[in-house]
C-alpha cells in the first residue's frame, strides 16, 4: 500500500506523560476572511488505497473544498493515479490541493536536488502553492548541528521550489520542541530557514501536547505559519484524537489570532476514530465552519 508510513515513522506518540494544555489569551479580533476549509487525506490512509475516486467524492460530500495529500512518488502517483488523474478527478469534485506532503528524507541525507525534482512536477501538476515537508528521520536531527544541516537543505529545495511558483512548507510533530541546547530544533528551524521561501504548517494537536502555547509563537514568529492542521485532543487520553472542537484544544480562541499567524489554508486532520470515519470528519468539517471560519 502507497501510505506516508513508507517514509514517516510515528513519532511521539509514546512519550510519557500528559502535555500541559497552554492557556490561550484572547485579544486580538478575528481576521474578517472566509477561509475554505480543507482536509489532510492522511485521516483517510486506511480508505483511500482501496477506493481513491470513491473517498474523494465523499470528502467533497461532507462539504470540504481543499484537501492536502500524502505519500506522492513519481512511479505510484497519487494511490495508483498520476498526478494529472489525480487534479482531474479533484476538479470533478470541486475540490482543490493547496499542499501537499512530500518525503524529504533522501534528499535530506544527500543533498541530491534532483531527488525533488519530480516531487515538485506532481506538485505543480496539481497546481499547489506548497510542497511540504511532513516529517524528518530522528537520524537527521540527532542534535542541534542536526537540525541547522536540515534547515541548511531546506533552504536549498526552496530555491528550488521557488523558481517554479513554489514554497517549501514545514509540517511539525512534537520532537521538534526537544531541548538542543538553550533553544528547541523548532526555533533553529524557524530561524534558519529563508523567511521568503520556506513557510511553516502548524499541527497545533502536536504544538498543544508538547506543552507549547500556539500564541506565543505566532507572536515571536508573526506570519510563518500559513497554514494550520486543525487537530483535536481526546479530553481523556492526549495521544488520541478526537473531532474538531469534542476535545481539549481550545480552536476559538486560537483562531482570534489566525491573522498574526498568517493563516492561509486551514486542514483538519484526524489520526484515529471511535465512529464512522465519513461521519466523523463531516462532524469535524461542520464545527469548523459554523464555529471557525
Sequence with gaps: MNSR??????????????ALLPSFACSSTPAAVARPVGL???TLRELLPKDVKGVI???AKAG????????YTADAGFWGLDAKAFKSLLDAN?????????????FIKSGNLDEVKPLIEGALTCNMEYLTCPYLDASLRPDADGYKKVAA???????LCAKSGLQLGYHNHNFE???????????????????????????LYWVVRSGNDPLALFAKHPGRFVMWHVKDMDKTDNT????????KIDFKSIYKHAKESGLKHLIVEQENFSKDPFVSIKQSFDYVNRELV
Design 94 to 106: 470541486g475540490l482543490n490541493a493547496p499542499s501537499g506532503h512530500f518525503g524529504l528524507d533522501g
Design 153 to 159: 537543505r531546506l533552504n536549498e529545495a526552496a530555491e
Design 5 to 18: 508510513r513508507n517514509f514517516i515513522k510515528q513519532a511521539g506518540i509514546a512519550v510519557a506523560g500528559a
Design 57 to 59: 467524492e465523499k470528502v
Design 240 to 247: 488520541l484524537n478526537t473531532e474538531i472542537g469534542s476535545g
Design 177 to 203: 520542541f526537544e531541548k538542543q541546547g538553550d533553544t528547541t530544533g523548532y526555533e533553529i528551524l524557524l530561524q534558519e530557514t529563508d523567511k521568503k521561501n520556506v513557510q511553516f504548517e502548524m499541527d
Design 64 to 71: 470540504y473544498k481543499q484537501v492536502e495529500t500524502y505519500g
Design 40 to 42: 489532510q487525506l492522511w
